[in-house]
């Protein structure tokens, strides 16, 4: 596919209460706002040490990156594209190149004619924001898949590169039939191919909506968790596992789902990691991640939209084994007087630390206020210490994130998102907060 000209368009829990963790929280800019479901939101700029490159979405709906030097503090700042659409599910995410250069990769979120595709930059200069391109944007469609999906909208980026595969780009994102696709590129994203829908509800329901998170070892696997569809819209949303590997999709087991030209397949036929019922409730997903080889998961259960019950799940033995990590409050948008809330199941949110998977920061309510926490798994695995990281604070931290892709040798930062205002993804006044945490 040609780019198209470019135009502006149940566990037993051990709760320490401890001081905050050692170290100042920073701002890394006053004004920015992400999504949970475009990541990587934040990754390690190689070859250069120690540098972590992220982004956001602005109060007047302006993309931007950043770079941020762990040793000397120092950030950089630029603009990928001027009032693009006040909203957070547009953020930016990233990918190093072969050759050192960035990769940023987002879209509109919706459907409207005159706003849909996928849009990118590249750098020119290894790890310097400031030297990415103009914008780009693609519209990854055939009418074949038009003809049979019928719905076409641009939601979500996913980049991830493959080693084994000689450098192969995947980008994942929700488009056609508002179900999760897939494109490639084989020439560090100049030209891309045509698009594939990946996961579909078995009778083509174009208003369903899987919802994905993806992890990838930059190998020879992207990891996948999904759900049937929107919390708020499947009354039991369960969660399902599966990898890709050279050329197929496979379950936890090791057995085969479907090739790439068999594409799509549909939930059931992954494995199922959490079946929602009435009694435990419906689920959502926050982030995935390996430990020696073997997925973790981190979920929300949700009894009823005002509990919102945060769970780790790792694969073993054959088997999901399931621990409950902590009862976090219910939802972070402020909901307006006499209005109903929109998003109730807005959690605050979990990330694992990919470097060390026995760590998850998590977003939960003490006092009335969203704060962030780190929860590490004990040797038993039945039991969690949990240790504060933000405390007394004056407005909600939520939607915590630890850059991927760091090595052996580099700080380890945390980031998340403070909010003076959050009433819905399309009016909010946020920051992107930082902490060094090792």
């Given at each position: 596919m040609q780019l198209l000209p470019y135009h502006r368009v149940a566990c037993f829990l051990l709760l320490l209460v401890l001081p905050a963790a050692g170290g100042a929280q920073d701002k890394l800019t006053d004004d920015g706002a992400w999504c949970w479901f475009s990541d990587p939101r934040a990754i390690y700029s190689h070859p250069r040490k120690n540098l972590v490159v992220t982004g956001?979405?602005?109060?007047?709906?302006?993309?931007?990156?950043?770079?941020?030097?762990?040793?000397?503090?120092?950030?950089?700042?630029?603009?990928?594209?001027?009032?693009?659409?006040?909203?957070?599910?547009?953020?930016?995410?990233?990918?190093?190149?072969?050759?050192?250069?960035?990769?940023?990769?987002?879209?509109?979120?919706?459907?409207?004619?005159?706003?849909?595709?996928v849009i990118q930059n590249i750098t020119s200069t290894p790890g310097n924001v400031r030297s990415f391109s103009e914008p780009r944007v693609f519209l990854p469609r055939t009418e074949e898949l038009l003809k049979t999906f019928v719905r076409e909208t641009y939601t979500y980026a996913n980049p991830f590169m493959l080693?084994?595969?000689?450098?192969?780009?995947?980008?994942?994102?929700?488009?056609?039939?508002?179900?999760?696709?897939?494109?490639?590129?084989?020439?560090?994203?100049?030209?891309?191919?045509?698009?594939?829908?990946?996961?579909?509800?078995?009778?083509?329901?174009?208003?369903?909506?899987?919802?994905?998170?993806?992890?990838?070892?930059?190998?020879s696997r992207v990891h996948m968790i999904f759900t049937d569809g929107h919390p708020a819209v499947e009354p039991l949303n369960s969660v399902y596992y599966c990898y890709y590997e050279d050329g197929s999709f496979w379950r936890a087991d090791g057995s085969l789902i479907c090739t790439l030209a068999q594409l799509p397949f549909h939930p059931s036929d992954a494995s199922l990691v959490y079946q929602a019922s009435q009694e435990t409730g419906k689920a959502w997903i926050f982030d995935i991640v390996t430990d020696k080889g073997k997925p973790v998961v981190a979920y929300t259960r949700y009894p009823s939209d005002t509990l919102h019950h945060y769970y780790y799940a790792r694969h073993e033995g054959g088997a999901w084994q399931h621990h409950k990590l902590i009862e976090s409050g219910k939802w972070f948008p402020q909901t307006q007087p006499g209005a109903r809330e929109r998003e109730v199941n807005y959690s605050g949110g979990m990330t694992f630390d990919p470097s060390d998977p026995s760590v998850i920061y998590l977003s939960h309510q003490v006092n009335g206020r969203f704060e962030i926490s780190k929860a590490r798994r004990e040797h038993s695995g039945n039991s969690w210490k949990i240790t504060p990281v933000t405390r007394n604070s004056e407005f909600d931290n939520v939607r915590p994130f630890v850059p991927r892709f760091r090595k052996k040798g580099e700080k380890n930062v945390l980031l998340w998102m403070q909010n003076r205002k959050y009433i819905h993804y399309t009016d909010y006044d946020t920051s992107i907060m930082y902490k060094v945490i090792r």
């Open positions: 956001w979405v602005t109060k007047d709906g302006s993309i931007e990156a950043a770079s941020l030097d762990l040793k000397s503090g120092r950030t950089e700042k630029t603009t990928l594209y001027s009032k693009l659409e006040v909203d957070d599910h547009d953020n930016p995410a990233f990918l190093v190149l072969p050759n050192g250069n960035l990769l940023a990769m987002y879209t509109w979120h919706g459907g409207r004619k005159d706003a849909m595709g080693s084994r595969e000689n450098n192969r780009i995947y980008c994942f994102g929700r488009w056609i039939g508002f179900k999760p696709n897939l494109i490639t590129s084989e020439d560090g994203g100049k030209t891309w191919s045509e698009p594939k829908v990946v996961v579909t509800s078995r009778n083509l329901d174009v208003n369903n909506r899987p919802y994905v998170k993806y992890y990838s070892d930059g190998i």
